[in-house]
Structures are given as C-alpha cells and as structure tokens.
C-alpha cells in the first residue's frame, strides 16, 4: 500500500472510529454526570438524543455525498460533530448536555456511512474485502473500548474527557481529508433536494426511537401511550414518506434499490444481526458490573475476548473474500457461531468459570466480526457505483435500528427478571439471571433471522475493475438502471 493510501485508510478508519466510539463511551460515564449536572430523570436522553440526530442524518449525508462528493460532506460532518463533542464537555447543565449531544449526533450521521463509501472510492476492488476487514475490526475495537476508556475517565479524570477525547482524533482527521482527501464531484449537482422527504423521514425516526426509548423504561408497557403514540405516528409517516419518495426527481432514499433483492436482504440481515451484537456489548458488561461488583474500567477489560474475537472474524473474512470474490459463503457460516455463542450463555450464574465464559464471548465475536465487514462487501457489490453512498448509510441506518429495537425488547425482560429474582435469592443472582435470559433471546433470534436471509441472497461477487462498473459474478436479480 502506498504512502498516500496509507494516510488516507487513516483518515476512513479514524471517521470510523469517531463515530462507533462515541456510541458506546458515554454509557459508562452517565451515572457520574447525572449525579454531577442534578439531571438523573433525563439520564436516557443523553443517549436518545444523540441516537436520534446521527441515526436521522445517516441516509442524507448518504444521499448528499452520491449527489455532490464526499469530501464536502465529510468535513461538514466532522466539523459539526467536534463543534458537539466541545460543547459537551463544558456542559453545565442536563439541559445543555441534551441539546449538544443531539448537536453532536447530527455531525457523526456523516462519519460511518461516508467512511465506508470511501472504500469503494479509494481502493481496488480486488483489496476492499481486507479494507473492509479492517474496518470491522475497528468497529469491534470502538464497541469494546468505547465502555472501557469511559470508565477510566470517569474513575481517574473527568467525565468531560469521554467527550474533549474526540478533539485531538477529529482535528487530525480533518487536516487529513482536506489536505488529502481528492474530490469527486458526484451525479447530480443542479438537483433540488428532497426538502419533504427529509422532513417527514426525519419526523417518522424520531417518533419510532422515542417510542423504543419509552419502551426500555420500567413502568411502560407496550399498549401504553408513551410508547405505543409514537411507533404508531412512524409507521404513518414511513406510509407517507414511500408515497413522496415515489415521486421525486432526486429522492433521499432511492426507493428502486429495495428492488435489488441482495440490497435489501443484505439490510435485514444488518437489521437483525443488530440483536446480537448489542445482546454481547450491552448486557456482558453489565453482568460484570452488577453480578460480579467489578468497576466499569475493569468490566470493560474482562470483554476482551469477545473484541479480540471480532477484530479477527472482521479481518479473517475480509481476507477470505478478497482471495476468492466471494462474500456468501463466508456470510453464512457467521450466525452459526452467533447462535452457539450466545444460546450457551443461557447457562450464565454468579459463579460462571472464566474459560467457559471466554469460550462463549470468542463464539460471539467470531460470529459477529464477518457481518461488520463482510454485509458492507455485499451490499456495495451489489448496487451501482452511483448508489454506494446511499447504501453504505442504509446499511449502517437498519443496524442502528436493530440496536434500538432490541434494546427496547432487552430492557422490559431484563428487568422482569430482576424484579422477579432479587426478592428470592438476591440482586447479584437476580442479575446474571437477567443477562442469561436477555442475550440468548436476543442473539438466537438475531442469528436465525440473518441466516434466513443470507440463504436467500443470490451468490454474488465483488467488481473487479478499477471503475466499479462490472462483477465477477452475476447476480440473481437484474442489473439497476
């Protein structure tokens, strides 16, 4: 790999970074800043509000980048995500903190779908299984380490550090893309945007991720108002928005890809395996944490295995697909270690025996890795060079919502749990009860939804010219105009 290449892979892996850190860095400071700034009844909207800003902005600044470049929308998207993550850190108050991290996320809808359509941009085809590979393996190592350094901030510095952290990684990876980063001017400049869509697509997401977010809460069923108002309100919208997409010179999301039957399984397979991997990264901590009275900084450490395991099912795929051009085969044999992995976690109690528990995290990881790189493959190959943008952001967009969903499933019956067992045999018990209910549930439905897909998707390949233009391997369905 060149020199210049290799500062510029810096640059994607960074925006990468950026982006799936600051998903997970916080939930480990959130107690503290609570208690500091006096706001423990808004403790969710820290992350809600972020969650529905960046999840919001990820098919725009998808869309955006095909019509206009990506360099222009990367450094508005960097830029605006630093402004956030300043302005977090000297929050004085909840409602401040709120409002930042909502500005925040608006930012970082840019960094991982642009980061992965940089891919397609930047490298041959033939080397974008291992890119991808190693963008999985960062993916991992953010998910994993975001827990762990929020937690060595908050027990040695200050809070604020989980997000002044973002800063000096942000301010490197903006001189990179402006000094380095070549601009493509993209295919339709003169277009009008789609000003309606995005309102209503906008309108429609935050109403479903407020009902999920009411969900997780305790006292709310889902029959009752809170919850159910708003998930009604977004599948009216959604109704609304496929009826304006339809008609629409330059729609925010080109409605012809779902007709693409890789495109879209690929999307429910991202949407699903979502269930286990959130399964693993939420609630093993946890188990630690509260089963096990270790410390954040110290539960964060103990998942390692799992990381690792991602890490080197993300770059092993990643190799694997670009020496044989073939994404499929490697695709299928992922959920099978998912749903050994986490349906072995049923057996999960306080005195649960380390190797036993590494054995079943290293299944997990190793499921999971191959689905952050090799989906990514898949989907890119799969649509034309035109529309690489827009579906690496839906890509990232049903996995973000999978998170949501299976959080809001995950809380209610983590919960049920507790209450049910603290009272007989205790809250540790009561606790790693609750994790070996929660994970198995979540992973196994996860894995059987994915691999249903997966099976169903036509046995295509990678492009193999430099232009993106052509595949090795046909696909089923017929080529997008």
């Known amino acids: 790999m060149s020199g210049k290449n290799g500062i510029l892979l810096l640059a994607v892996l960074g925006g990468m970074f950026l982006a799936m850190l600051d998903q997970t860095i916080v939930g480990t400071a959130l107690p503290r800043i609570t208690a500091e700034l006096n706001g423990t009844d808004l403790y969710t909207w820290v992350v809600t509000a972020y969650l529905l800003t960046s999840t919001v ?17 990367l450094l508005i998207g960097v830029t605006v995500f630093l402004v956030g993550s300043i302005l977090c850190g000297a929050a004085q108050s909840m409602g401040q903190l709120i409002a930042f991290r909502g500005l925040q996320g608006l930012g970082a809808g840019a960094l ?22 190693a963008l999985g393996g960062v993916m991992a ?6 827990p762990f350094l929020g937690g060595l901030f908050t027990d040695h510095a200050s809070w604020r550090w989980a997000f002044y952290v973002n800063v000096p990684i942000g301010v490197a990876l903006v001189a990179i893309i402006w000094l380095r980063l070549p601009h493509r001017s993209g295919t ?20 479903l991720l407020l009902g999920l977010t009411e969900k997780g809460l305790d006292d709310h069923t889902w029959a009752s108002a809170p919850v159910l108002g708003p998930i009604a309100a977004a599948f009216v919208l959604l109704a609304v928005f496929v009826v304006v997409e339809r008609r629409v010179e330059q729609p925010i999301v080109p409605l012809e890809l779902f007709a693409n039957r890789t495109y879209t399984l ?14 693993g990264v939420v609630f093993l901590p946890r188990y630690f944490q509260e089963a096990h009275g270790l410390s954040a900084t110290s539960s964060g450490l103990h998942i390692y295995p799992l990381m690792l395991a991602m890490v080197a099912g993300s770059a092993l795929t990643g190799a694997l697909i670009s020496r044989t ?3 499929k085969p490697w695709l299928l044999t992922a959920p099978v270690f ?22 079943w995290m290293v299944l997990i990881g190793l499921g999971m890795g191959p689905m952050l790189s090799g989906l990514t493959v898949a989907i890119q190959s799969s649509v034309p060079p035109r529309h690489t943008g827009t579906a690496s952001a839906n890509l990232t967009f049903f996995r973000q919502i999978g998170g949501s969903v299976a959080l809001a499933l995950a809380g209610t019956a983590y919960s049920s749990v507790v209450v049910r067992e603290a009272p007989l045999h205790g809250l540790p018990f009561a606790h790693a009860a609750a994790t070996a209910t929660v994970i198995p549930w979540l992973g196994v439905a ?22 993106g233009q052509e595949r090795t391997l046909a696909a089923a369905q017929p080529e997008l105009a």
């Not at 994915?450 to 169903?456: C, E, Q, R, S, Y």
């Open 57 to 73: 902005t990820v098919p725009l600044y998808g869309r955006l980048s095909d019509v206009h470049g990506r360099k222009p929308l």
């Open 112 to 133: 991982l779908p642009l980061s992965l359509a940089l891919v397609v941009d930047l490298f041959p085809p033939e080397r974008s299984g291992r890119v991808q590979g």
């Open 141 to 146: 190592l953010s998910y994993v380490a975001g």
């Open 188 to 207: 339709g400049r003169g277009a009008r945007p789609d000003y309606l869509g995005i309102a209503i697509f906008a309108a429609a997401i935050s109403a």
């Open 266 to 279: 690929v999307n429910v397979a991202s949407f699903s395996t979502a269930f286990s991997l959130f399964a």
């Open 325 to 327: 051009g073939r994404y």
């Open 338 to 359: 998912l749903a050994a992995g986490t349906l072995l976690c049923a057996n999960l109690a306080v005195d649960t025996t380390t190797p036993a528990l590494i054995v």
């Open 446 to 467: 996860g894995a059987v939804v994915a691999v249903l897909a997966l099976l169903f998707m036509p046995d295509g390949g990678l492009r193999r010219d430099p232009a």
